[in-house]
């Protein structure tokens, strides 16, 4: 079944967590990985690494990081929750959710397809509604007929999706999720900073992403501002300082009073009432 290249990235991603699973010092467990990546993620991930070299290990922590805050927001009886470009995420089947959550998967039908193919037999730990639609259009509608219900809190995850889209489709998302969200709702992404993408440092993953047809084409030196003209509380967060936490940042943390989020950010955010 063939996949558009951003969907590929998404097998490279599953290569990685399942990589990261098998570690004694592993951040997270995804047993479901290593068959979601395939043969196709593995290769991918052979060609990235040929491509880039030795890389931080920002996938990892990235996950660990929404791991958690999604488990604390279930734990706190947030019961809605959707995945934006969910792609190979295996959140629904490995997570200890709350009873009564309800998960809605968004991404392309293909993709959708393909990871029921891959999971056939394998029962998610939450009542997972998946939805098939382009997220460059109107995915809303897809969203209501699946049983999402505007009225009551929803907490969201964009991540790994940002850097793919052109600011105005960025824009469009961000606001699409907003008139979707009671409040009380939730907002987690992740952000490339936009001086990180001018860096000579990140050429060779830049390099690697245009020809695999997949270019990096937003970034952000001011994460929060994506959302709280819209009503919303943001929290960026760097994400170095959890992998240093965690012992797995290969450099020193950045001083507490250095935001550093020009090199990017994870980000939870709270719609006010």
Known sequence: MMMNPVATTGLLVA???AEESLRPDRLFEDPYAATLSGDAGRAALADYRAAVGPSIPIIEVRTRYFDEVLLRASAEGVRQYV???AGMDARAYRLP???GVRLFEVDQPEVIARKEQLLQGV???CARIPVAGNLAGD????LAAGGH?????TCWLVEGLLQYLAPEHVEG???RVDALSAPGSRLLYDVVGRTLLAAPMLAPVLRYMDALGAPWVFGTDHPAALVEGRGWRANPSDPGRHGSAWGRWPFPPAPARAPAFPFGALVEAVKEG
């Open 15 to 17: 290569s990685m967590r």
């Open 83 to 85: 995945i934006l470009a």
């Open 97 to 99: 959710w709350a009873e």
């Open 123 to 125: 029962a998610p730990r």
């Open 139 to 142: 995915w809303s509608r897809g």
């Open 149 to 153: 219900d505007v009225n009551v809190p």
């Open 173 to 175: 998302l961000f606001a």
